[in-house]
């Protein structure tokens, strides 16, 4: 009976994070400088990801193994980085890039699930 809300409750929680962690950090977002840590937080996931399709592909992985790699290679833990950042260093520049993150792998991340939602994955 649960599982038809499980996805709007991910999506719920996925928002929370985001928003909670990237308000903390809103002064580092919107700051001249800003557009690095936005730049960076757009590029390393992405690298990472066709880097990931790349090695399955030549590793012959099927597709969702090709895809699950992707995943688990571009995202990581924000958040995570975030609350480190700001708990271990004296500058709050150092979490700008977690904060960024957050946003943004949020977004790619559900970029990626709803293009692979319309394309099947190749079974090798």
Do not use: Y
């Not at 719920?12 to 400088?33: P, Q, T, W, Y």
């Not at 090709?66 to 004296?90: G, Y």
């Amino acid at each position: 009976r649960l599982q038809p809300a499980l996805p709007r409750c991910g999506i719920a929680a996925l928002l929370g994070l985001v928003a909670g962690g990237s308000a903390n950090a809103a002064s580092l977002l919107l700051g001249a400088a800003a557009w690095r840590a936005h730049a960076a937080s757009i590029l390393l996931p992405l690298v990472g990801g066709a880097v990931a399709l790349a090695i399955a592909a030549v590793a012959r992985l099927d597709g969702r193994a090709a895809r699950t790699l992707s995943i688990e290679t571009a995202i990581k833990s924000p958040t995570l980085a975030f609350v480190l950042a700001q708990t271990h260093f004296e500058s709050a520049a150092v979490a700008a890039v977690p904060a960024a993150s957050m946003v943004w792998l949020a977004a790619i991340g559900a970029a990626a699930a709803s293009a692979w939602r319309h394309l099947a994955p190749r079974s090798d």
